[in-house]
């Protein structure tokens, strides 16, 4: 278990969703098999196990500790692009759709959470935009037109309740929501299993076969699982190699906790209108102490390793808005996927009769995942569904072609970087606990210390598409800019949507290396 990862569990006091989960290791069968178990995969199942279908969730790794575990748990049905942008790209009506479908999925998780009797400690409250410095109130107004044109309640106010925005202009967003989010995944988890869902943990799949109208998912270690219908809902989906990874370009994000007196603030959301903005929310903590999580400082996965000065910048920024706030207790980070035309991709997976396929969250992942939940449900068991035209995700979205360029230029950057020099010029350079990209003669290395000396040697070369990997050096791993596949100092994959490990090199002698395929 990494960093991150123990960090974010001590938060959410030590939540283990599914312990017992054991890994596939034999053959099995499903009416529906379901890749990945953050909040899409486990709502998908928790919805269609309850219509009485048979369900297998596969994850790679535990139940429920990939990126829905690193979420700050804002759930709100208004647009973290701005509606203003959104309703220019995909018209009011797609606006309407927008708001309609969060708002839904906020609904859904309240009334989850009630009959399961989860205790995650859910609660409606206000939403909060405010006016960043340097922006005008003409903007602001602009965004409560848009808001108000696709049906959302909005309000007008000055005034936030931090130190020097006392008089910002800001927007009203009434009957928001948050809660504990992993103890509402546990909670889903065993309803779920409850329901009939057999969920397996450490099952990494390498493969989704449709043929002859049933599908075949195999695992890394040869185990199989056939179902009539597959459910892809691992972040980043493994079963299709370039169509949905060039609609949409991973970020990564990052947020710090800090103790704050109960009753400080109102608990709400809160959000400024900077890009990237902060965001700010409130979690129960013991005594009269709450804690205030603060989120912000996004850049394009791979193309920073600067944690330490973005953690800084946040702390700073909160601080001066509220004084009182006592230690720093956690920091991690997570990575978000920015779909070009601002909303996910959830549907049928372009090119497949029974591969369904939910991505793209950008930053609203609980909403975006519910509604997933919800939507290929209904397409599976009816054969249609609400709202499934405009997150289809072979849809093709014209005003979004400048945003395509713009994101897939990483990609360009990314295979230019392989005639650059080494950031190093030999492994001997490195330190215990260091990581970095070295040139040995035609090829590059990602190399990596750990902190007995032991030297770990892997290409640099993503096993998904051939970019260029980039050292993350806050959660010790290697990240690639183009997709945003992650991998562990020892080349296995951590997440999607690669499905191999980085090759590994041998060294042979100086200034000569061979390839092995790791594991």
């Known amino acids: 278990m990494n960093a991150l990862d123990e960090a974010t569990r001590s938060l959410w006091m030590n939540v283990a969703v599914a312990p017992d989960a054991p890994r596939l290791s034999k053959n099995d069968k499903a009416e529906v098999c379901i890749i990945g178990s953050g909040i899409a995969g486990l709502s998908t199942a928790y919805e269609l196990a309850g219509a009485g279908l048979d369900v297998v969730v596969l994850d790679r790794g535990a139940i429920a500790g990939g990126m829905s575990a690193r979420t700050s748990a804002h759930l709100t049905s208004m647009s973290d692009d701005t509606f203003k942008s959104l309703n220019r790209m995909r018209g009011v009506d797609g606006g309407k759709t927008f708001y309609q479908s969060h708002a839904a999925a906020i609904s859904r998780i309240e009334q989850i959470q009630a009959n399961e009797s989860i205790s995650c400690n859910f609660r409606r409250l206000n939403g909060y935009l405010f006016l960043a410095p340097n922006m005008t109130r003409q903007e602001l107004d602009e965004e409560y037109d848009a808001t108000r044109a696709v049906g959302m309640p909005v309000k007008k106010q000055n005034g936030v309740p931090f130190a020097g925005e006392e008089n910002s202009a800001a927007l009203v967003y009434p009957d928001q929501a948050t809660f504990h989010p992993l103890r509402y995944l546990k909670g889903i988890a065993d309803a779920a299993t409850k329901r ?160 369904f396929v939910h991505t793209g969250d950008s930053g609203q992942g609980l909403t975006h995942g519910v509604i997933g939940s919800l939507l290929i449900s209904r397409l599976i068991l009816t054969g249609k569904a609400d709202w499934e035209e405009f997150y289809a995700p072979g849809r093709k979205t014209v005003s979004a072609v400048k945003n395509f360029i713009a994101e897939n230029i990483a990609a360009v950057k990314s295979f230019a970087e392989y005639v650059a020099p080494g950031e190093l010029s030999s492994v001997d350079e490195l330190k215990p606990g260091q990581g970095a990209i070295i040139r040995e003669g035609l090829s590059k290395i990602a190399a990596y210390r750990d902190e007995n000396g032991k030297l770990h040697r892997r290409s640099a070369v993503c096993s998904h598409l051939g970019c260029h990997i980039h050292w993350n050096s806050f959660e010790t791993c290697w990240d690639c800019p183009c997709h945003g596949s992650q991998f562990s100092v020892d080349g296995a994959v951590l997440n999607a949507p690669a499905i191999h490990p980085l090759e590994e090199i041998e060294a042979k002698g100086k200034g000569d290396s061979k390839l092995r395929r790791a594991g």
């Open 196 to 355: 009939g869902a057999r969920l397996y943990a450490n099952s990494a799949v390498v493969s989704v076969e449709e043929r002859d109208g049933a599908v075949a998912v195999i695992t890394e270690d040869g185990s199989r699982v056939s179902a009539a219908n597959v459910v892809v809902a691992s972040n980043a989906p493994v079963s299709n190699l370039f169509d949905l990874h060039s609609k949409q370009a991973p970020y990564r994000t990052y947020v710090m906790v800090m103790t704050i007196p109960r009753d400080t603030i109102e608990d709400a959301l809160y959000w400024d209108t900077l890009d990237p903005y902060h965001y700010v929310r409130l979690e129960r903590g013991p005594g009269n102490t709450d804690y205030l999580l603060v989120g912000g400082a996004d850049h394009k996965s791979g193309e920073a390793d600067d944690a330490g000065a973005r953690f800084d910048a946040l702390e700073a920024w909160m601080r001066a808005r509220l004084p009182d706030l006592g230690k720093v207790t956690h920091r991690w980070s997570g990575q978000v996927l920015d779909p070009i035309d601002l909303a996910a991709f959830s549907g049928r997976n372009p090119g497949n009769e029974h591969v």
